[in-house]
C-alpha cells in the first residue's frame, strides 16, 4: 500500500494549486483523501468511526460558534460560506478528520488557521484576491506534516 500515501500527497498538492489559482477545489479531491485515510491509518489501533465522528463534531462546533459570533454582530444571520468559509475549506476540513485523533486535529485546525494567515501575509505582493485561500494552505500545511511524520518517527502529528 506505498501508492496510497503517494497518491493522498499528490492531492493535497493538487487542492494547493487549485484554490490558489481559482478559489475553488474540485470536489473529487476531498473524497478521495477521505477514502484514502480511511485506507492507510491503522484499523487496528484505532476506531476511525469514533475518531471522524469526535474530530467532525469539533469542526462543526468551531463553525456554529463562528456563525453565531458573526450573526450577533452583524445583529443579522449570516451564511458562513457566503462571507467568510468555503464549501471546499469545509470538506477539506471533514476529509482530513480520519488523520488526526482529536487532540491533534485541534491542533492542527488551529496552526493551519496561523499557517494561512502567515501566508496570505506573506505573499500578498503576489496574491491579488482577497479571499484566503484556506483549503491550499492548509493541504500545504498538512503535506508538510505528513512529509515530517513519515521521515522523523518523533512527535508524530497524524495517526500514519
Aim: aromatic residues 18%; charged residues 15%.
Amino acid at each position: 500500500m506505498k501508492i496510497a500515501p503517494a497518491i493522498l500527497l499528490c492531492c493535497l498538492i493538487l487542492i494547493f494549486f487549485q484554490d490558489i489559482k481559482y478559489r475553488r477545489i474540485h470536489i473529487i479531491l476531498p473524497i478521495v483523501i477521505f477514502g484514502i485515510s480511511f485506507l492507510i491509518v491503522p484499523l487496528k489501533k484505532y476506531d476511525l468511526v469514533e475518531i471522524f465522528l469526535f474530530n467532525t463534531g469539533f469542526f462543526f462546533i468551531t463553525l456554529g460558534i463562528l456563525t453565531l459570533y458573526m450573526s450577533l454582530k452583524s445583529k443579522k444571520f449570516l451564511n458562513p460560506f457566503e462571507h467568510y468559509f468555503g464549501l471546499g475549506d469545509l470538506l477539506f476540513y471533514v476529509a482530513i478528520t480520519p488523520l488526526f485523533l482529536l487532540k491533534n486535529y485541534i491542533l492542527y485546525f488551529i496552526l493551519s488557521m496561523l499557517f494561512a494567515i502567515l501566508m496570505q501575509l506573506g505573499l500578498k505582493k503576489f496574491i491579488k484576491e482577497e479571499s484566503v485561500p484556506l483549503a491550499g494552505f492548509s493541504a500545504l500545511f498538512l503535506f508538510i506534516i505528513l512529509l515530517k511524520d513519515s521521515l522523523i518517527d518523533f512527535q508524530k502529528i497524524t495517526l500514519l
